[in-house]
């Protein structure tokens, strides 16, 4: 600006002519003494060399809205790489988490691999953790900041604007005072030959007194113009030196103000920025430790002793060690002679004497014999007996439970068209009421199915715990087809007794020493069983025949005894006398449970009265 000011003070500097007073001259004034030394009292940012300044100004600030713009492009590529880290570790945990219904699933039950499971969870909350702190500079830092930058330019614009208007008026004050002098110099000269050629004229004794006083006429004209460009040129520049002090100490250190206070909200702002980049960081720094305290946490929980024991009870057989094999002396005559854990006898004496001392070892050598006939087949059979007896109480355990959910599945199905049936008589404009009979029908064969398979399981897991008799004279639970496998289990027992598990004799040899264990001695160790207690009696509310295995008919009214409630899948235990008990629908009898009632063979007469 000094330079610009200078260059208008040498325009400016008006010598004051001969022809005017030093009153008129001094009217023509130069500028402010201090725009003249280029002393402008301005803010810190305010311009001194015009509009040079506006151009280091227009290039500074546009660099600042560059950093912003690049502070943005870093956050948000921040943002996306916590986003794909998060995405890489949700699709790592649920790489290694087991699937459903699958052999994994069943390995998660060791403090090993629940512990590995809670790692598996806590890395998916720490994903989750990483899409938080990317939603939050998103929305906290991205898209405040990209809102900003547009206001931002669009303010740097109107100052900028603002400032080349000033510039551009003050220009044409300039202009308009150049034009003003250069007009009153031009008068000034015109009006001085105007004087000189009258004077010539005047003083000439040939000139004609006309001639004269035109030429005095003009010079007076010539006067009066460059009195009027005199006062035009003053008065113009009186204006631009107002015109100017407005520009140089009000209007343009404003402009400059403007901008400076635009600069320095820009840099707050970017270093606000900066520090919501470590708060939302740190925001989730609480959550991401309780995540690993939580993994600490189930590392911790690993038990080697509990996982250990579950492997043993998940592969134990159930068998007990064989005994002692005793010694065979060949140089004798041939006796066969048997360990204590062998089912066969010797022949010593005729006659068969099978010991039962231990079930668990009268039982053991021919169950390997079918496990192994099974493998050799390739398919086991319905009531697993091919499986140890641990095994084979946790397989039937299993289909229990599978038949009572497919019980409960089939009877929210049935309740569910109960209901919709129920709907359609009270709305027929809804639906026929008479299409669900059908597939009632249906649902209800199809639970009357699957509690009799559990009924079967029933009994067979029952045998295996010890809770029922492998046969008995009373109707159980049992079906048919378990009955049948209980038999050819004995049978299978005798034939096979005299296997060994060390294959020490021949099945030539075990063909000689053949003998058959008939069937009631297997069942003499239940003969002695004492009859379930009864726990109350009931009242048939309707007739039912009891036709399947393990039923029991009653008519409606009859009173009985009850000896076991219903388990869950909808039948209870019932006795009439001590030869006949079974199993009806609960929901046929009204059940008057006794907890003190030990009675078997208390009068229902009196029960009834």
Not at 143 to 158: C, D, F, N, P
Not at 367 to 383: C, H, M, R, T, V
């Amino acid at each position: 600006m000094c330079g610009g000011m200078e260059r208008f003070s040498q325009k400016t500097t008006v010598k004051p002519q001969h022809h005017l007073s030093v009153k008129q001259a001094e009217m023509v004034s130069l500028p402010h003494p201090s725009v003249l030394h280029g002393a402008v009292s301005a803010p810190c940012l305010c311009c001194r060399k015009g509009k040079d300044q506006f151009d280091n100004l227009e290039k500074h600030t546009q660099w600042g809205i560059d950093v912003l713009e690049k502070y943005i492009k870093f956050v948000k590529e921040r943002t996306e790489i916590e986003l794909s880290y998060a995405k890489q570790l949700r699709n790592l945990s649920k790489k290694y988490q087991p699937k459903k219904n699958s052999k994994e699933e069943e390995e998660y039950r060791y403090t090993s691999t629940r512990a590995f499971l809670a790692t598996l969870n806590e890395m998916n909350d720490y994903a989750g953790q990483h899409e938080v702190i990317s939603e939050n500079m998103t929305s906290l830092i991205t898209g405040e900041l990209t809102r900003y930058v547009q206001e931002l330019k669009q303010e740097r614009k109107s100052h900028f604007h603002d400032g080349r208007k000033a510039q551009q008026h003050i220009e044409t004050c300039w202009k308009q005072l150049e034009a003003s002098k250069r007009r009153f110099e031009r008068d000034c000269k015109e009006a001085d030959r105007a004087q000189q050629y009258f004077e010539k004229m005047d003083a000439d004794i040939n000139v004609t007194k006309a001639d004269v006083e035109k030429a005095r006429q003009q010079a007076q004209l010539r006067h009066q113009m460059a009195e009027d460009s005199k006062a035009e040129y003053s008065s113009t520049l009186q204006k631009f030196n107002s015109e100017q002090h407005e520009h140089y100490y009000t209007h343009i250190p404003n402009i400059f103000q403007k901008i400076q206070e635009m600069e320095e909200r820009r840099i707050v702002r970017i270093g606000e920025s900066m520090k919501t980049f470590a708060d939302v960081d740190r925001q989730v720094i609480p959550i991401i430790g309780k995540c690993l305290d939580e993994i600490t946490k189930a590392a911790e929980s690993v038990d080697h002793k509990n996982d250990s024991q579950m492997v043993i009870e998940a592969f134990k057989s159930g068998f007990e060690p064989p005994g002692d094999i005793d010694f065979e002396d060949f140089t004798q005559p041939m006796k066969r002679t048997v360990s204590e854990s062998s089912l066969s006898n010797s022949r010593g004496d005729g006659k068969s004497e099978p010991k039962f001392g231990s079930k668990s070892k009268g039982k053991l050598w021919p169950f390997i014999k079918k496990n192994k006939l099974s493998l050799k087949l390739g398919a086991g059979p319905e009531d697993f007996s091919n499986l140890p007896p641990e095994q084979r109480r946790k397989k039937l355990q299993q289909k229990v439970d599978e038949l009572n959910r497919d019980i409960q599945k089939e009877m929210d199905s049935r309740d569910a068209l109960t209901k919709m049936k129920d709907v359609y008589i009270k709305n027929p404009q809804m639906g026929d009421a008479a299409s669900v009979d059908h597939r009632l029908a249906e649902l209800g064969q199809n639970i009357e199915k699957l509690r009799l398979e559990v009924q079967k399981f029933e009994g067979w897991l029952a045998e295996v715990e010890g809770r029922l008799p492998a046969r008995t004279e009373q109707p159980r639970r049992q079906s048919g087809v378990y009955e049948a496998q209980n038999a050819s289990g004995v049978n299978s027992c005798a034939q096979d007794r005299e296997s060994s598990p060390d294959g020490s004799y021949t099945e030539e040899q075990s063909q000689e020493t053949e003998m058959k264990v008939p069937a009631t001695d297997f069942d003499d160790e239940f003969d002695d069983e004492e009859p379930l207690p009864t726990i109350g009696t009931c009242k048939a509310l309707y007739t039912f025949e009891g036709q399947n295995e393990g039923t029991i008919s009653v008519a409606e009214g009859e009173m009985l005894y009850v000896i076991e409630e219903d388990k869950g899948d909808g039948w209870t235990r019932i006795r009439r006398n001590e030869d006949e008990e079974g199993y009806v629908p609960t929901s046929y009898v009204e059940v008057y449970l006794d907890k003190n009632a030990k009675d078997v063979h208390k009068p229902l007469q009196k029960i009834s009265e």
